[in-house]
């Protein structure tokens, strides 16, 4: 169980940081969104519409907070 949390933990710290650098690219919104679903989706991690704008306005929101501190 213990491994499985770790790969999990892993998986997701990777995608977010994929996300991030994603997101610093100098391409539109809808494209930036398109390449983090593509993504994630070779990591076998479907999400739909509403769940992936979800994702992306959390990242920002984080990126912000840091970026603030």
């Known amino acids: 169980m213990r491994a499985?949390?770790?790969l999990a933990?892993?998986?997701g710290g990777a995608a977010v940081g994929a996300a991030i650098g994603i997101l610093?690219?100098?391409e539109k919104g809808?494209?930036?969104r398109n390449r983090i679903a593509e993504a994630l989706r070779k990591k076998g991690i479907r999400l739909n519409r509403r769940e992936m704008?979800?994702?992306v306005d959390?990242?920002?929101s984080e990126i912000k907070t840091e970026a603030a501190e």
Do not use: C, G, K
């Open 58 to 60: 959390e990242i920002a």
């Open 30 to 32: 809808e494209d930036t």
């Open 4 to 6: 499985l949390n770790v």
């Open 24 to 26: 610093f690219a100098p």
């Open 9 to 11: 933990a892993f998986l």
């Open 53 to 55: 704008d979800e994702l």
